[in-house]
């Protein structure tokens, strides 16, 4: 009775946070914020693998109020206004365009319904509302959008982030308040922690490694879906959320580094490690992008492309429709944290507490 009366109020526990992504970093610092001894166990560098290989977007999704994902839209929209308050300058509002073409792709009807939605949902969060840009304006904000069949646009506004300065940033705050951080040191077998009252996993699309080492079935199972992006020689006047021509899909056209970032893909595969965007993707992107704008690019055009793997739960036939969100699962003493999302990562951080103390 007493020892279980410590576990659950006592706050000086040894933690050992296995793996320095936003999850990993973000759990770090929630625990040392509670007076925890936390020790951040990394293999390489923090944030080198599936956190700075995002889309660099602070947002609700405005694509998963489709699914019908509307608490996880709420959340992170609040969540984005956070991370902009803390880190101003790591991150900034960005207006984003959806242009409208005539018997292509979402009516324009559904389009506004779902802006004006996306606006409801993220009420107090300080954001300007959406807009409608008439075709004649539009001309001078993307002139190179094709103009066959264009109604005009819907503009609404999410945030961008430098994934991997924000993230660095957690994890200065995190070592700032005790957490020591350990990097290059892979954990192979769970039993190297003994030393420690608690083991978060926050190994990302490695998580299940961890894992299957204990008994049981796992209660969640990870979906691994590979995203890629492609960086193009451009600068980019304005962001532009579009559809991929016969599909439902949507991908982005970003500005990033006085250059365009265009992605992503979405490609289920049977393991959790990064693999090279291939010669498909490259030519997925560059159809889909060349089917909005002119003149068009080409390979030549391209001067980077990076990929991720995403670790998503729930997994569905179509990864397009699998929930970002997250699930715990505590085991012993290892608490193990399956899915999420960069931009809801600190409310994320805030539920594992419970998980990982009691
Ligand atoms: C293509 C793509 C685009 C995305 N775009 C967005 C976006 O725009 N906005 C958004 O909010 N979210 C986005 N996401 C989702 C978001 O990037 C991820 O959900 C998030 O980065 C996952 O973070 P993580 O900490 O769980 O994983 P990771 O960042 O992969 O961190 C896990 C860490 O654990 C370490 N590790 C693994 N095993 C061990 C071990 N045994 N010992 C020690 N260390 C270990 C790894 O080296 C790694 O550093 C995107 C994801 C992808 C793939």
């Not at 539009?138 to 506004?157: M, N, T, V, W």
């Not at 204990?214 to 691994?224: E, I």
């Not at 090279?276 to 390979?299: F, K």
Request: hydrophobic fraction near 40%.
């Amino acid at each position: 009775m007493a020892s279980a009366l410590r576990c659950r109020w006592s706050t000086d526990l040894r933690i050992a946070v296995v793996g320095a992504g936003i999850i990993g970093a973000c759990t770090a610092l929630a625990l040392a914020r509670r007076g925890h001894a936390v020790r951040l166990i990394e293999r390489g560098q923090p944030m080198r693998e599936t956190s700075s290989a995002s889309s660099k977007l602070l947002h609700g999704g405005l694509r998963y109020l489709e699914t019908g994902h509307f608490g996880l839209v709420r959340k992170s929209l609040l969540a984005r206004r956070a991370w902009l308050e803390q880190a101003p300058h790591l991150c900034r509002p960005l207006e984003l365009i959806i242009p409208v073409y005539r018997g292509q792709g979402r009516p324009k009807w559904i389009l506004g319904a779902g802006v004006r939605l996306y606006d409801w949902l993220a009420s107090g969060s300080g954001f300007p509302e959406s807009r409608w840009i008439p075709a004649s304006e539009l001309k001078s904000i993307r002139p190179d959008l094709k103009q066959e069949g264009l109604l005009g646009a819907y503009a609404y506004h999410d945030a961008q982030m430098d994934d991997l300065a924000l993230g660095e940033w957690v994890v200065r705050q995190a070592t700032e308040l005790g957490v020591e951080l350990e990097t290059g040191r892979e954990i192979h077998r769970l039993e190297e922690l003994d030393e420690f009252d608690r083991i978060v996993n926050a190994c990302g699309p490695w998580a299940m490694n961890l894992r299957s080492q204990q008994s049981g079935t796992p209660a969640y199972r990870l979906d691994w879906v590979r995203g890629s992006h492609l960086i193009i020689d451009r600068l980019c006047p304005a962001a532009l959320f579009l559809q991929v021509p016969d599909e439902k899909r949507i991908f982005f056209v970003l500005p990033y580094q006085e250059k365009t970032l265009v992605g992503t893909t979405e490609i289920r595969q049977g393991f959790p490690d990064n693999s090279v965007v291939s010669g498909e993707e490259v030519d997925y992107l560059l159809r889909a992008i060349n089917a909005y704008i002119s003149p068009g690019v080409t390979r030549a055009g391209l001067v980077g492309s990076f990929s991720g793997v995403r670790p998503l739960i729930k997994s569905n036939q179509n990864p397009s429709a699998a929930s970002r969100e997250w699930a715990f699962e505590r085991v012993g003493k290892v608490a193990h944290i399956y899915g999420g999302k960069w931009t809801t990562a600190q409310i994320q951080a805030e539920e594992s507490v419970k998980w990982i103390i009691q």
